[in-house]
């Protein structure tokens, strides 16, 4: 029996046309923040896993801006004349879901490994990576599915998929929420135990997270919401090609802001431990060149020579290593 369902994309088409316009946009920053990655000194002094994983993305998301213009030129170009190729499900479009689930994928692994290093959660993470590989594994599905089956409709491939586009979409938003709640708490708790100026600098870290991550939340859940109203127009590829970009952006941004943080922090000590009665204090240095810490029992400072009656005092440069690897 055939699937029949509500069709209509004449009107909203040009959604969709927008949407790509709008990536392209974003596109260009996405360019703009890897240039100016490698070109900053920092780069010199990152990890080469960071330098690959920057090429990585923008290699990733060129590809995503390829197949998304693709796309729409079958649909408004080459099929000008022709409305029924509206139903054709092109190839460009599942190839496009799958680059953006690796995008999402990478990005998501790397605030994760923040997440790790600035709480040392271990349960946290675990379960923020098994709703990043659940996410990853339903948005690598819903696009193998339609390479299946490219002969089928798109009405109908939509009918079929809906449960799947609609799992990822919703573990997207969860993983983003989760991201930036527990960023923002673990930064938030640091700062309050922060000593002289240092929490200036977790500041512009909290509000650096709170800015990329609610815009990545929010369009992640308008992508839900358009999906679940209408998964047979395309109002949800508006904001689905937005979503890998803008995680893309949060890491570049994250990256090229490490000066911006530090600025005006100067040489000081913050305290990240909130146990009342530690065997070890760690305190993080905002500037790793300032070779003297000063950390004493009940937040004052005083010379340590890295023992205070029998604690061990242990040192992490909070920007350097903790927020950024």
């Known amino acids: 029996m055939a699937i029949t369902y509500h069709f209509n994309r004449g009107g909203t088409i040009g959604v969709g046309y927008l949407g790509v316009v709008l990536t392209s946009v974003v596109y260009g920053i996405t360019c703009i923040q890897s240039f100016q990655y490698y070109r900053s000194p920092r780069a010199k002094t990152d990890?080469?896993?960071?330098?690959?994983?920057?090429?990585?993305?923008?290699?990733?998301?060129?590809?995503?801006?390829?197949?998304?213009?693709?796309?729409?030129?079958?649909f408004l170009v080459s099929n000008y004349e022709n409305p029924l190729a509206l139903l054709v499900s092109i190839w460009s479009l599942?190839?496009?879901?799958?680059?953006?689930?690796?995008?999402?994928?990478?990005?998501?692994?790397?605030?994760?490994?923040?997440?790790?290093r600035l709480s040392g959660n271990v349960h946290l993470t675990v379960v923020g990576a098994v709703v990043n590989v659940v996410r990853f594994v339903m948005n690598l599905y819903y696009p193998i599915r339609s390479f299946c089956d490219l002969s089928a409709d798109l009405v109908t491939m939509e009918?079929?998929?809906?449960?799947?586009?609609?799992?990822?979409?919703?573990?997207?938003?969860?993983?983003?929420?989760?991201?930036?709640?527990?960023m923002t708490y673990y930064l938030q708790r640091g700062r309050r135990?922060?000593?002289?100026?240092?929490?200036?600098?977790?500041?512009?870290?909290?509000?650096?997270?709170?800015?990329?991550?609610?815009?990545?939340?929010?369009?992640?859940?308008?992508?839900?919401?358009?999906?679940?109203?209408?998964?047979?127009?395309?109002?949800?590829?508006?904001?689905?090609?937005?979503?890998?970009?803008?995680?893309?952006?949060?890491?570049?941004?994250?990256?090229?802001?490490?000066?911006?943080?530090?600025?005006?922090?100067?040489?000081?000590?913050?305290?990240?431990?909130?146990?009342?009665?530690?065997?070890?204090?760690?305190?993080?240095?905002?500037?790793?060149?300032?070779?003297?810490?000063?950390?004493g029992p009940g937040g004052g400072e005083r010379a340590g020579s890295g023992h205070d009656a029998g604690r061990e005092i242990v040192c992490k440069v909070v920007v350097d290593e903790t927020y950024v690897m």
């Not at 060129?62 to 729409?72: D, K, M, N, R």
Request: charged share 15%; glycine share 4%; hydrophobic share 50%.
């Open 47 to 74: 990890a080469a896993i960071i330098k690959y994983l920057v090429l990585c993305l923008w290699i990733l998301d060129t590809l995503q801006e390829v197949l998304a213009v693709h796309a729409f030129y079958f």
């Open 94 to 116: 599942p190839s496009g879901i799958m680059v953006n689930a690796c995008i999402s994928c990478l990005v998501k692994i790397f605030f994760m490994i923040r997440i790790w």
């Open 159 to 182: 009918v079929r998929l809906k449960p799947f586009g609609v799992s990822g979409l919703a573990l997207e938003v969860t993983c983003d929420l989760m991201i930036s709640i527990s």
């Open 193 to 295: 135990n922060s000593l002289r100026r240092s929490g200036d600098m977790l500041s512009r870290l909290i509000l650096l997270t709170v800015a990329t991550g609610t815009l990545s939340t929010l369009i992640g859940t308008a992508d839900l919401i358009a999906y679940l109203a209408s998964p047979d127009t395309f109002y949800p590829l508006f904001f689905n090609f937005l979503i890998a970009k803008l995680d893309a952006n949060a890491l570049l941004t994250s990256l090229n802001s490490r000066q911006f943080i530090r600025d005006g922090s100067g040489p000081n000590v913050v305290c990240i431990n909130n146990d009342p009665n530690p065997k070890t204090i760690s305190c993080a240095l905002s500037s790793p060149s300032d070779s003297s810490v000063e950390c």
